[in-house]
């Protein structure tokens, strides 16, 4: 049974961090390009980072120089560093991997950026 289980959401105030992780299992996680989504309450799902099987990284507009994708497939873990967050970064967050046609997604954090 494959499972991806985000871990690490909260509420924290406006210029602080969070440590996102993705633990997978039930895959060949080394096999797998893996990434974070967010979806914002009436707003469409976006690319947050994305990072290869050779970690390639690769940033939306809005959160690079903010945000920092790792993994590590010794632990099967793929980990989302947010620093400097803003309110606008308030959202859902998900892991997504894939590999071939396999696609899967996790079940997602809630981050909220307030004071």
């Known amino acids: 049974q494959v499972q991806l289980v985000e871990s690490g959401g909260g509420l924290v105030q406006p210029g602080g961090s969070l440590s996102l992780s993705c633990a997978a299992s039930?895959?060949?996680?080394?096999?797998?390009?893996m990434s974070w989504h967010r979806q914002a309450p009436g707003k469409q799902r976006e690319l947050v980072a994305s990072?290869?099987?050779?970690?390639?990284?690769n940033y939306a507009d809005s959160v690079k120089g903010r945000f920092t994708i790792s993994r590590d497939n010794a632990k099967n873990t793929v980990y989302l560093q947010m620093n400097s967050l803003k309110p606008e970064d308030t959202a859902v967050y998900s892991c997504?991997?894939?590999?071939?046609?396999?696609?899967?997604w996790g079940q997602g954090t809630q981050v909220t950026v307030s004071s």
């Open positions: 997504n991997g894939k590999y071939l046609r396999n696609d899967f």
């Open positions: 039930g895959i060949t996680f080394r096999y797998y390009a």
């Open positions: 990072i290869t099987t050779t970690s390639l990284t």
